[in-house]
């Protein structure tokens, strides 16, 4: 049987709360400062433990928060409690970050939405297929790469697309991808996906704002065109 040692049992300079008392919150890695919050484990494993399986989970402390407390519930060694606790901690730091003024990126219009991922995107030799996922002021809360290839509908399949939007309470959405010859120019394939993302997103209650194809320092907008 594996041993799980317990935090009391780390030398006092290793323990997160000690660390945090002598260094500062800075100091702490998100797993220590996971472990802080939870404050106790379980018999079988550490609150550092517990954090861990918590951040491998679910990836990355954004989709920590974007998380349920059912599914928060679900983690070995978190219970209704400490899931609400987890979930109060961070509303309380969503809340901060807007206190703070510390802006999101606003897409008022396509050239918003080109000029988050033109440099990253202009240069690529094969397409990438991403989504800008917006809240209610249309502003970006996360940025997703959901297919990398040929731009086709087995590639992009609403189901998968949305089920990230789904996950992260997105309002709207705007579709982006490249075009590695350099002209963005829409395709038929192009034209067929877009109707398709917009028809199912509208089942959903999600709003495909646009359809957004990078070039080499140009773009083209489908709504703009009027092919939207």
């Known amino acids: 049987m ?3 040692v ?15 008392e002598r260094l500062g919150p800075d100091a702490l890695s998100n797993r220590e400062l996971l472990a802080v919050l939870l404050r106790t484990g379980t018999r079988s494993a550490s609150a550092l433990q517990v954090a861990d399986e918590l951040l491998v989970r679910f990836g990355s402390v954004r989709d920590l928060a974007a998380a349920s407390m ?3 519930a679900l983690v070995r060694g978190i219970g209704p409690a400490k899931a609400i606790h987890i979930l109060a901690a961070l509303e ?12 999101l990126d606003l897409i008022s219009n396509p050239g918003d939405a080109a000029g988050i991922v033109m440099e990253d995107m202009r240069r690529l030799d094969r397409e990438h297929f991403v989504i800008l996922m917006l809240n ?3 502003r970006v809360t996360a940025k997703k790469v959901v297919s990398i290839g ?9 189901r998968e697309l949305f089920k990230e939007v789904i996950r992260k309470s997105s309002a ?3 579709l982006v991808h490249n075009h590695p010859s350099g002209d963005p120019t829409p395709s038929e394939e192009d034209l067929s996906i877009t109707r398709r993302l917009v028809d199912a997103g509208n089942l959903l209650g999600i709003s495909v ?17 009027g092919l939207l």
């Open 6 to 20: 317990r935090i009391k049992d780390l030398p006092p300079a290793e323990r997160p709360r000690e660390r945090m």
């Open 2 to 4: 594996q041993h799980s």
């Open 209 to 225: 704002l646009d359809h957004v194809i990078v070039g080499d320092h140009r773009y083209v907008s489908l709504r703009e065109q």
């Open 70 to 72: 059912e599914e928060l």
């Open 150 to 158: 040929h731009l086709n509908a087995s590639l992009v399949h609403p």
């Open 92 to 103: 309380l730091a969503k809340r901060l970050q807007e206190f703070t003024g510390e802006e």
């Open 172 to 174: 709207a959405v705007i």
């Open 136 to 138: 209610t002021k249309h």
